[in-house]
């Protein structure tokens, strides 16, 4: 008898083959067989002709803390995402001296960098570690629900190894180097996928200096990354980079990936339309190094950089304005009784635009035709004529009018959507193109990150319930592709051959998915982090059950509080039967 037998389901299988009706078996967590089952089951599920899909596989994530005290990772199972991958952009909380300060600085740059709230961290993370080996025993002791991989972070390394140096982005010696060096090797050792690093100025601290390791000589860079080559290429070797000499940035990485026969993995992204030709310049340097025998991965978003405004998140158009200083200190209630009052909302309209000079902020603060409201269901491609200064003009009000009255609507958590960077066209095609391109991998959900303006970690199911079924400003993306995209490409560009695919032997991660009723729920600020931190939440339809291990973690979206979650340790090799 098989532990779970789930019957009658249309099965894609995450190969990208087309899809088929059938069943599926588990057995000790493995898949025991698919398409005809003989036999029976412990538990059996009817799926009454559902999408059974292998569990979604996030590779970019920032749940370092977090994983430390959530069995889900939320909102990571409300998603289906069965496997996430931590210790992106060069971000993290081991190594760390254990002093105060040297926690409060990983704290700090956490905060800043990533929008996490420094009070929830400072509860949250109980520093059960110094070295990166002890921090990866303190994740593996923590029941958990999904599965969990850890990166070793270039800002934990540098600090850890060179003090104030290294915050201070001093130039390494040799020696600050090989101390890095072996720290890297000793994660990789004990079951790090990577090792990750920032070269990007966005990612700046509260001082407005970069995050440690952003100006890395290539000595530095190198020598780090010369101990895969030691490990016989075992590990990935990660980064973010705004690509400002971006020949020279990946020319490095070239040598790098060739020398070590390692794979490197990088954030593909543009800001304006005018670098549009320079991503695609990147991709047709990536095709000729492979091709050369480098191993380059371009990681990509399905949407655009964007950021949600709210009344309770980071930032709104009015966060800047005299009037609403005092409100932006209370809390939910306060601060909507105050909205609420008529001459409250005279005043703050009645004010003029507090613009900055810079291009950024002025937008949130007054670039109405760059504004949209999300919506329900949310529209993450919104038209021209969608945008608020659009709405207000058919209103016959003015754009703060239109702005404020709308964000008062949902008890006051209505959001307004900023696609900031990658939206020069007014529409996803950058997105889908860079999507469609044989080298990328989809990525950059951020999961777990800036929480008071972002919840990408739904990009999953948009992109089954839109990219696939409702798009109507372009062409929409076959299901099979898709699933394949966020389950075998991204399990294996992080070194994980045991998941990602419907196939005997392989774990047995699922979403058993309503395909015609997936739906996005819109995006609202919750107060749920330790010490009542706040984060943008987002929630979905139409999950039946996610499955991890052959447990049944969600419900219905609702968590049975099984732990079947473990911390992957090193890369993961196909099962015997699933190779042969």
Known sequence: MYDLVIHNATIVDGT????????LAVQDGRIAAVGEVHGSGAREIDAQGKLLTPGWVDVHSHMDGQATWDPLCSPAANHGITTLVMGNCGIGFAPCKPNDEAHDRLIAVVEDVEDIPGAALHEGVKWDWESFPEYLDAVEKFPRAIDVG??????AVRTYVMGERGSNNEQATPEDVARMA??????????????????TELHTTREGGAMPGTYADES?????????????????????????????????????????????????????????????????????????????????GARPV???????????????????????????????????????RAAILAEPLPLMGDEFMDTIIGGYDKLYELGNPPNYEPAPEDSIAVKAAQSGVSPQQYCYDLMMKNDGRNVVYFPCFGYGANDLSRQVALLEDESTVLSLADTGAHCGVLCDASVPTQMLSYYVRDR??????????????????????VGLEDRGTLEVGMKADLNLIDYEQLQLEPPCIVFDLPAGGRRMF??????????VAGEIIMDNGKYTGAVPGKLIRGSQG???????
Request: hydrophobic letters at 40%; one cysteine or more; charged letters at 25%.
């Open 306 to 344: 964007n950021i949600l405004l709210s009344w309770d998140g980071t930032v709104n158009p009015f966060s800047f304005h005299t009037n609403y200083a005092p409100l932006s200190v209370m809390s939910h209630a306060q601060r909507l009784a105050e909205l609420r009052k008529p001459e409250v």
């Open 150 to 155: 850890a990166q070793v972070p270039h800002c």
């Open 472 to 493: 109507q400003r372009g062409h929409r993306f076959r299901l099979e592709q898709v699933v394949k995209m966020q389950t075998h490409d991204t399990a294996r560009c």
């Open 182 to 199: 072996g720290i890297v090797k000793e994660g990789f050792e004990v079951g790090a996928l990577g090792f990750t690093t920032s070269r």
């Open 220 to 300: 530095e860079l190198l020598g780090i990354g010369s101990v895969i080559g030691e490990l016989d290429g075992k590990g990935i070797y990660g980064l973010v980079s705004d690509f400002k000499d971006w020949e020279k940035e990946m020319d490095w990485m070239k040598r790098l990936s060739v020398q070590n026969r390692c794979q490197i993995n990088f954030v593909l992204f543009f800001r304006e339309e005018g670098d549009w030709d320079r991503v695609l310049k990147q991709l047709d340097y990536v095709r000729r190094a492979n091709a050369e025998g480098a191993r380059l991965v371009p990681h990509v």
């Open 16 to 23: 990208g083959s087309p899809a088929f009706t059938g069943s």
């Open 574 to 580: 196909a099962p015997e039967v699933a190779r042969g």
């Open 538 to 547: 987002q929630g979905a339809r139409g999950y039946i059950a996610t499955i």
